[in-house]
């Protein structure tokens, strides 16, 4: 059984931070891509960011500049640092391993951004 969880989501006002945590445990295969994606009632959901094995990452437009992603060195985990956050970024945010079998998500976390 693989499992995925996410943290860290919350109530900021704009122009505030958080960071999100995902941590992922059981029997999963070797990771490829990790990603953060997003999605608010009655919309798809999109990508956020993403980071590879080694490392690169990709953004979308909309959050470059603002949002950082990057992996844990001891675990299978990957975070993200929202700076400068707008009430547009307000959505659910959710974590997505990617491996050459199969992915795995998780239930999601809350980000409000609201003054």
């Known amino acids: 059984q693989v499992q995925v969880v996410e943290s860290g989501g919350g109530l900021v006002q704009p122009g505030g931070s958080l960071r999100l945590s995902c941590a992922a445990s059981?029997?999963?295969?070797?990771?490829?891509?990790m990603r953060w994606y997003r999605q608010t009632p009655g919309k798809q959901r999109d990508m956020v960011a993403q980071?590879?094995?080694?490392?690169?990452?990709d953004y979308a437009d909309s959050v470059k500049g603002r949002f950082t992603i990057s992996r844990g060195n001891a675990s299978h985990t990957v975070y993200l640092q929202m700076n400068s956050l707008k009430p547009e970024d307000t959505a659910v945010y959710y974590c997505?391993?990617?491996?050459?079998?199969?992915?795995?998500w998780g239930q999601g976390t809350s980000v409000t951004v609201s003054s």
């Open positions: 059981g029997s999963i295969e070797s990771i490829s891509v």
């Open positions: 980071i590879t094995q080694a490392r690169n990452t």
């Open positions: 997505n391993i990617i491996t050459v079998r199969d992915h795995y």
